[in-house]
């Protein structure tokens, strides 16, 4: 997780084909787990990324990107806005550990 004045960006490990969307939860050491009920085909699971971990954090579709990791599970999100709460919102998210 790295924070800049202009939001966070960390990583997430994300779960398709489920039958709920689900953000919460840790995954290896640090990994925010993201679960999408849309496949890995054309971009479709990163846009269903995008769209719960803003819902997750209460920002805009438009304030979430994902930054790396298109093609596979271990992907990094940017989401901007105030960084102190976004870091509230992710612990929050990854529960205790």
């Known amino acids: 997780m790295t924070g800049d004045a202009a939001g966070l960006r960390f990583d997430v ?5 489920v039958a709920r969307i689900a ?10 787990s993201v679960a999408v009920t849309a ?11 995008v ?3 803003a819902a997750a954090f209460g ?18 999100v940017y989401v901007r806005g105030c ?7 992710l612990g929050q998210l990854l529960g205790p550990g």
């Open 13 to 17: 490990h994300v779960r398709t084909g």
């Open 23 to 32: 953000v919460g939860g840790r995954y290896g050491e640090s990994a925010l």
């Open 39 to 49: 496949r890995p085909v054309e971009g479709a699971a990163n846009r269903a990324v």
């Open 51 to 53: 769209v719960a971990v």
């Open 59 to 76: 920002v805009a579709r438009g304030d979430v990107d994902v930054v790396a990791g298109q093609r596979g599970r271990n992907k990094v």
């Open 83 to 89: 960084t102190d709460e976004l870091k509230a919102r």
